[in-house]
């Protein structure tokens, strides 16, 4: 898949893995998690309204446009929010089945 | 349009734009004045239930005829004011309230109301993202929800459309008692005339059935709102705590976009004078903590926005609906006391009735003004009091 | 925490108007708390990069290079004498307290006077298309740039106006990345009107026509006058390109895989506008705006507006307000070091110049009002909730909501996530546009907490791990296992939860004892 993001500086930093709706990516150390997701793919999540893709738009924590979900169904403003090893994201929704959201009570 | 008519209605929320609807279905002539513009007030920020199930008994008369009217909405407004019938459930964490709701569902049913109680196991079986500390739930299949910010609008169009006068932005400062009826001015001088008058005006009823000798102990209360970002609709159910511990006592809904309504906890101030009303940070933090607690699995959300309102409480949490004991061809209904928007469609059609016909079959002593301090009530003025001709 | 002596000042943001209002009330003896929602400091147009990046001052910020290090390296050493909260949210404010959120944890803290510098975000006029994956502000296409060592796309168009267009097109072509077109809406003419304002500060007026030198210099296309008619793409990929009218009348469609869209600045009000503060319209502006006397004092005692977030004026005036409004703070509670009228003074007649400035700035790049009307109705206008031009138009027309918190009551065009950011302006234009009637008469959304969205993991307890997902899987455990014990211990819960029957007085505390998370 295309990535959106072009990497134009800043090139190598130490890298690390995380996941994208089940696929092992690379992010690098310093990244946003939103240029994580957008150095690998070109849509951040599903646009909730219409059936576009949604990629961000503000970068600066204003627009709330890049709230992504975790495996773990938890939510991530992924702008504001470094990317860190081992995360996992679900950037479609046909793909989070059940067990993201809302988790049951065991 | 004619600053005369039949019925003269102050107050343009549900109750004020359901009746104007429902008396020109009569072919009543109807004024409806209101201060700001429909809807605003109480019946705009309220939750949205479309709930039967909890009601005194005394209500589920009126609040039966009102989810008829709920279930027919589309079709009577020409409208889609989103009423959902996804069923309402409410919730105990106390074994007390538990008890409470078996004894209510068997006096309900008698009423129409068929609710099924489960507890445990079964009940953890039906809805797998309760808390663990709930203990019963109290499931009423055909009650739902709306949406509050349409439906008394929806309404006053629907009444516009069938002929109804409704007078917005306008301050009624005096009404009077006259021959034939009533004279009502408002703040720019403007008069209106009626042989009958309705005082449906939240809040700010009280300051008007005090001109006529009946003030009544009404207390403004904000209602703490707060709504989630969209997130999947997954909860079918409207869902609520039922407790005598306010700070526990909270509800939600989803909507099929997807955004979860959030109430409940402890009230924060109202002040009907300046028609100012605020949501507590505290009362936030304490009601999503609570949240956590009702439905675990609500922890990773957002709430994007609160809001609070202007609700109007009296003393026994129920409304004063019916006739004047003081002045003949007067009527009120208000002081719903957070619980006026399911039946007010039904109290709407109740009064049109009472107005238009001089009767109706629905009990409305239970709600007369006079059980706040008449010594006597006037002995001509009662719900089936023929209408002054 | 030290103890506190003096006046308990509260700045919040860390930009330049916040870092120098702390720095001027550090200097007077002061130990204010500094809030700020980054991880560090700088604000926007100073955002720092993240640890570790390498890139020079001077290939990040430019001819502000020097202005940059100076706020950086002044804030670095200002932190041992402020109580810096980084990453932190305010997400209301009270009378006497602003509300925070850091990760899941609120806390109330109380202030005798509060400084808001909470900045700009992009001005947005919507555009057919605007929704789409690869469209983004100006200012992101900036922070992607000068925080992540990224451009937006492969082939970026950036379309609007102001100065940010200019600079952050040159920004990109220094850095390598192509930039397909700079598309302006403002025309020469706009600007040769401007020209006496503009002249008002002159190195600064060079800067930005240098910047436009050196597009052209890049073989970067350059249109002004044009109005955008879309931007094109597919739901699934997004954008695909972008089309324009030209000033001639001439269509012009330019192939990009992003584009970068942004009409000036708008100030971020929201937290001026739950202190209460009074807002009037700015004609000029076309905008509702906080009430602010010449030295930054709102309406509301006590509180204190600054830099970008009141008045959009630049980084560099925002530094001097920041400085301003702190002598104006520390004069009203009667702790204003000595020489503060010269320098209060002094510092008036420069902003003076700044907001002449920025007027100038308005002139030569206007606001596009007349956008709104022309607008299609199948145009976006409120991303969050995807509510269209048409449907905005229907609910004013056959539902009379000619204001704006009645049209979004009917529409839901401000309901959404971002609270009315980034569609407010445009929503109020078309509404104005179809009413018929004078924008002032739409009013402006009302702001309600929280400004940004509050998590439901908050908690008021004190909790040792800063790690929010942890605290939740905590959290879950421990709702678990009090609910085990819950059965045993029902009446002590009834009592404990009765007795916090006054959650108006009880600053956020978790009523019930059990949910100690």
């Given amino acids: 898949m295309n990535a959106r993001f072009v990497r134009v500086a800043e090139a190598g930093r130490p890298t690390f893995d995380i996941v994208i709706d089940g696929r092992v990516a690379q992010a690098a150390e310093g990244d946003t998690l939103m240029v994580a997701l957008l150095a690998a793919q070109d849509a951040l999540r599903d646009s909730e309204f219409d059936e576009g893709r949604r990629a961000g738009f503000c970068l600066m924590g204003a627009c709330q446009d890049c709230w992504v979900w975790t495996a773990q169904g938890e939510r991530l403003r992924a702008c504001t929010t470094p990317a860190a090893p081992g995360m996992s994201i679900v950037t479609r929704n046909s793909l989070a089945g059940e067990g993201v959201w809302p988790h049951a009570q065991g | ?68 009217i709920w279930y027919q909405a589309k079709s009577l407004l020409g409208e889609d004011v989103e009423f959902l019938p996804s069923g309402h459930t409410r919730v105990c964490y106390h074994a007390h309230d538990a008890e409470y709701f078996h004894r209510y569902a068997e006096q309900a049913r ?44 929806a309404f006053g169009r629907a009444a516009a459309r069938l002929g109804a006068n409704l007078v917005e932005n306008t301050e009624i400062v005096r009404v009077e008692k006259e021959a034939g009826g009533f004279r009502v001015e408002s703040a720019t001088g403007a008069v209106w005339r009626a042989e009958q008058l309705l005082i449906c005006a939240g809040a700010w009823a009280n300051a008007l059935s005090t001109q006529f000798g009946e003030p009544v102990p009404l207390v403004a209360r904000g209602p703490q709102m707060a709504v989630t970002e969209p997130v999947p609709y997954r909860f079918m159910h409207s ?40 949501v507590l940070p505290g009362n936030t933090v304490q009601q999503i903590a609570q949240f956590r607690r009702l439905v675990p699995g609500l922890a990773p959300l ?22 004047s004991t003081t002045t003949a061809g007067l009527f009120y209904a208000f002081g719903f006391s957070g619980s006026g928007f399911q039946i007010g469609p039904g109290v709407g059609e109740t009064l049109a009735e009472l107005l238009d016909d001089g009767q109706t079959a629905i009990p409305l002593e239970p709600f007369s003004i006079a059980r706040f301090g008449r010594a006597e009530p006037v002995a001509s003025v009662h719900a089936s009091t023929a209408s002054e001709a | 925490m030290a103890a506190r002596t003096g006046l308990n000042v509260v700045v919040i943001g860390a930009g330049p108007a916040g870092v120098r209002a702390a720095q001027t009330l550090v200097a007077a003896g002061l130990r204010p708390t500094v809030v700020d929602e980054g991880r560090r400091d700088g604000g926007q ?26 706020l950086h390296g002044e804030f670095d050493a200002l932190r041992a004498r402020i109580d810096y909260l980084p990453e932190t949210l305010v997400w209301n404010v009270g009378p006497k307290a602003v509300h925070l959120v850091s990760g899941a944890r609120y806390q109330e803290l109380a202030f005798d006077a509060l400084i808001v510098c909470s900045g700009a975000t992009d001005r947005l006029m919507p555009v057919p298309g605007w929704h789409l994956a690869g469209a983004y502000s100006l200012g992101g296409a900036q922070v992607a740039l000068k925080s992540q060592g990224c451009a937006i796309g492969a082939r970026t168009v950036m379309m609007g106006t102001g100065p940010l267009l200019y600079l952050v097109a040159a920004q990109y072509v220094k850095a390598g990345a192509t930039v397909s077109a700079v598309l302006d809406t403002s025309t020469f003419g706009q600007r040769l009107r401007a020209l006496p304002d503009l002249l008002r500060m002159p190195a600064t007026l060079r800067k930005g026509l240098t910047l436009m030198g050196a597009l052209r210099g890049a073989g970067v296309p350059v249109h002004r006058g044009v109005t955008p008619l879309a931007i094109e793409g597919t739901p699934e990929h997004g954008v695909t390109g972008v089309r324009v009218k030209l000033a001639d009348g001439d269509e012009l469609r330019v192939a990009c895989d ?58 560099d005036a925002a530094e001097r307000a920041g400085r301003l409004v702190a002598l104006a703070a520390l004069q009203d509670a009667g702790a204003a070091p000595s020489g503060t009228p010269a320098e209060a003074a002094r510092l008036r007649s420069e902003l003076a110049r700044y907001t002449r400035f920025a007027q100038g700035l308005r002139n030569a790049f206007p606001w596009p009002a007349h956008f709104a009307k022309a607008l299609p109705d199948h145009t976006v206008v409120c991303r969050c909730e995807a509510i269209t031009a048409g449907e905005l138009r229907h609910v004013v027309r056959e539902m009379g909501a000619t204001e704006a918190n009645r049209a979004k009551a009917f529409s839901r065009v401000g309901m959404g996530r971002c609270q009315g950011r980034f569609c407010a302006h445009a929503g109020a234009e078309v509404i104005a546009a179809e009413a018929g009637v004078p924008l002032e008469a739409v009013g402006r959304l009302r702001g309600q907490a929280p400004v940004k969205p509050l998590t439901m993991m908050v908690s008021a307890a004190t909790q040792g791990v800063d790690d929010a997902p942890g605290r939740a899987r905590e959290a879950g455990l421990t709702a678990q296992t009090q609910a085990q014990t819950t059965a045993q211990a029902q009446t002590t819960t009834q009592s404990a939860a009765r007795a916090c029957t006054s959650p108006q007085t009880q600053h956020g505390a978790p009523c019930a004892k059990e949910f100690s998370e």
């Fill in chain 2, 1 to 68: 349009m004619s600053d005369r008519a039949d019925v003269i209605v102050i107050g343009g929320g549900i109750i004020g734009t359901s009746t104007a609807f429902f008396l020109r279905r009569r072919n009543r002539s109807v004024i409806l004045l209101e201060r700001g513009l429909t809807g605003q007030q109480a019946s705009g920020v309220n939750f949205g239930g479309v709930r039967r199930q909890g009601r005194a008994l005394s209500q589920l008369a009126m609040s039966n005829r009102a989810l008829d």
């Fill in chain 3, 258 to 315: 992003a584009v970068a869209l942004g009409y000036h600045l708008r100030s971020e009000t929201q937290l001026a506008d739950l202190a209460g503060c009074a807002f009037s319209f700015d004609q000029a502006a076309r905008q509702w705006l906080p009430e602010v006397d010449e030295d930054g004092r709102s309406s509301v005692r006590g509180v204190y507006l600054a830099g970008d977030g009141a008045r959009v004026r630049g980084a």
């Fill in chain 2, 110 to 153: 008698a009423y129409g109301l068929d609710l099924e109680v489960l507890d445990g196991a079964a009940m953890f079986r039906r809805f797998p993202f309760l808390g663990r500390e709930v203990l019963a739930a109290s499931i009423s299949p055909r009650d739902g929800h709306a949406n509050p910010r349409l439906a008394a609008p």
């Fill in chain 2, 239 to 278: 869902m609520g705590v039922y407790t005598s511990i306010k700070e526990e006592s909270v509800y939600f809904r989803q909507i099929p976009r997807g955004n979860l309504v959030l109430g409940g906890g402890a009230p924060g101030p109202a002040d009907a004078t300046t028609r100012r009303a605020g």
């Fill in chain 3, 45 to 70: 147009i100073y955002r720092r990069q993240p640890e570790g990046f390498k890139r020079s001052y001077e290939t990040l910020y430019g001819t502000e290079a020097a202005r940059a290090e100076a």
């Fill in chain 2, 302 to 323: 957002h709430v994007i926005r609160v809001w609070s309102g202007v609700e109007s409480y009296l003393p026994d949490a129920e409304p004063v609906i019916g006739p």
